[in-house]
């Protein structure tokens, strides 16, 4: 069993940045990638960002691609999400997740059997 916990979610001004944490514990030698997704206010799930635990090969979505950055230390099992140049369109809940993934779709919620609570961030001015 894995447990992901997120902080640094807060309402910022566009243009603002933020960094998002998860911290894992349990088992976490029982998964391969770890996540971020979003779901928006209309009840759309995106993936944002992706990255192996080994190795640190990362995957973005099309809204994350050039403002958003997915890091992790595996020393203290977190997961990070800096983000940059925040619109409005970026409110969303956003869902710390981890799992085993494959070698493709590797944003596809299906490929992640852990997830976080989620937290909260909004964009507006």
């Known amino acids: 069993q894995v447990t992901l916990v997120e902080s640094g979610g807060d309402s910022v001004q566009p243009g603002g940045s933020l960094r998002l944490s998860c911290e894992a514990s349990?088992?976490?030698?029982?998964?391969?990638?770890m996540a971020w997704f979003r779901q928006t206010p209309t009840n759309e799930r995106e993936g944002v960002a992706m990255i192996r635990s080994s190795g640190g090969g990362t995957w973005y979505g099309d809204p994350a691609k050039g403002r958003f950055t997915i890091a992790q230390n595996n020393a203290k099992n977190t997961l990070y999400l800096q983000m940059n140049r925040l619109k409005p369109e970026d409110t969303a809940t956003y869902f710390c997740?981890?799992?085993?993934?494959?070698?493709?779709?590797?944003?596809?919620?299906?490929?992640?059997?852990?997830w976080g609570q989620g937290i909260q961030v909004t964009v507006s001015s």
């Open positions: 997740a981890a799992g085993r993934c494959g070698d493709s779709d590797l944003l596809n919620s299906d490929q992640y059997n852990y």
């Open positions: 349990g088992n976490t030698y029982s998964y391969t990638c």
